[in-house]
């Protein structure tokens, strides 16, 4: 469990960058809904997952599991899919209060 939370929390955050800077080069009057970009939150954290081979939930399943190759790697994308949108949230709601701040 522990390899799965080092593995998830950075790249999850990287996920969240990553769809932060798509969603501003392509979206800067925010028109597109907020479902696509969870949509593309997921969809990136599989291409990740898959372009670097993460797998990290190897470490958590029975070595006969179906879940050791490429679906082990799709679980895990859709995992730092689902954090990186935790992560969005978390770093902006800290972008609210420091400009509350000044």
Do not use: C, Y
Not at 13 to 29: E, F, G, S
Not at 83 to 93: C, F, I, Y
Request: proline letters at 4%; aromatic letters at 6%; charged letters at 15%.
């Amino acid at each position: 469990m522990n390899e799965m939370l080092a593995i998830v929390g950075p790249v999850s955050l990287m996920v969240t960058k990553l769809v932060d800077l798509i969603r501003n080069a392509i979206d800067p009057n925010d028109t597109v809904p907020k479902t696509w970009w969870n949509v593309a939150s997921f969809g990136l954290g599989i291409a990740v997952a898959s372009v670097w081979h993460i797998n990290a939930a190897v470490s958590m399943l029975p070595a006969d599991s179906q879940l050791q190759d490429w679906g082990g790697i799709v679980l895990t994308g859709l995992v730092v899919g689902a954090v990186a949108s935790g992560w969005h949230e978390l770093l902006d709601a800290l972008s609210s209060v420091a400009k509350r701040g000044k």
